[in-house]
């Protein structure tokens, strides 16, 4: 159930050349990435733009776009005639204030990837425009329960609180859209689409495939912070994944699977696990029944020196 509780300008605007869009079908966008930072001027060119019969493809990011990113973009960009990224480090979702401190702002080389995959708006806002009240905290926040109380729940109480309210504040000004999320934040995926079911928005919400290194390991904005051993000592998360989907194949019940992922990770003295777990692909609870015609998902998270990291993969169609 997902809840809503509450307790008692003009836009400026960077234009950079794109290429125009080619589609037939409807009246051609504009031709230039428009980089806005306020919500009116967000609001009225997405609105503009439906109102032109063109179809809107959204991108929520906090910046710090690689390879992964720029997936989603693309695959926005092939289904929808316009794409609009957002660009916010929410504060609201933070659980350390170190972590927020911490955590990459590079939005000069964001617009740069953001064209390069497809986009056609920015939305890049402050705290303030995105919280009126800040540094007060918003009183109003979305609440998903049960999706939102497990895993990632307990070691980040509050986080998605505030990542399922600042979804839902973009969503609403970028009206009606597809939304691109990818897997690997696949807690965040189920919580968004809970929350867009419950609340009616108007938003298709399409999962994407995880995008990975060469070796397996899941990109992350947070994968910069890890010197050379602990790059290396990551890869131990997919191939814990990998281990249990192969035990999971092999007839192993639901424990032995988790201890086999948990018995990769042990084998690396640089990762400190959190759990590892074999769960439902839609509710996210522990997986007793793995019979055939079930949803599946294999999620593992860890600390990889001051790095927390998680992964997952659909064990029956394994990366």
């Not at 399922?164 to 691109?180: D, E, F, I, N, Q």
Request: proline share 6%; with cysteine; net charge negative.
């Amino acid at each position: 159930m997902t809840s809503v509780s509450t307790v008692p300008a003009m836009s400026s605007v960077l234009s950079v050349p794109v290429p125009a869009a080619t589609r037939p079908t409807v009246a051609a966008p504009d031709v230039e990435m428009a980089v806005l930072d306020t919500v009116v001027g967000f609001t009225d060119r997405l609105d503009r733009e439906r109102r032109s019969g063109r179809t809107v493809g959204v991108v929520l990011t906090m910046g710090a776009l690689h390879r992964g990113h720029a997936s989603l973009i693309e695959r926005a960009a092939a289904e929808c005639d316009v794409v609009a990224v957002t660009v916010f480090v929410n504060p609201t979702q933070f659980v350390e204030s170190a972590d927020l401190d911490n955590y990459p702002r590079t939005l000069v080389d964001d617009l740069s990837v953001a064209e390069a995959a497809g986009a056609k708006v920015v939305f890049a806002p402050t705290v303030v425009e995105m919280y009126p009240g800040w540094p007060a905290p918003p009183a109003t926040s979305v609440s998903v329960h049960g999706l939102s109380e497990r895993w990632e729940g307990v070691s980040r109480p509050g986080h998605f609180d505030g990542m399922a309210t600042v979804v839902v504040k973009l969503l609403t000004m970028a009206g009606r859209c597809r939304a691109y999320f990818g897997e690997k934040d696949f807690q965040q995926l189920a919580i968004v689409r809970r929350t867009v079911r419950d609340l009616s928005l108007p938003v298709e919400v399409v999962g994407c495939t995880t995008v990975r290194e060469a070796d397996g390991l899941a990109l992350s904005s947070r994968n910069v912070r890890l010197d050379r051993q602990e790059r290396d000592a990551a890869t131990v998360l997919s191939a814990a994944l990998r281990a249990g989907a192969d035990a999971l194949s092999a007839g192993s019940d639901r424990s032995a699977v988790e201890s086999t992922m948990a018995d990769t990770v042990a084998k690396e003295p640089l990762v400190i696990l959190d759990y590892a777990a074999l769960v439902d692909a839609v509710d996210l609870e522990p997986a007793d029944d793995v019979t055939d015609g079930r949803t599946l998902r294999l999620i593992i998270a860890a600390s990889v020196g001051p790095v927390r990291l998680i992964d997952n993969i659909d064990p029956r169609r394994p990366a």
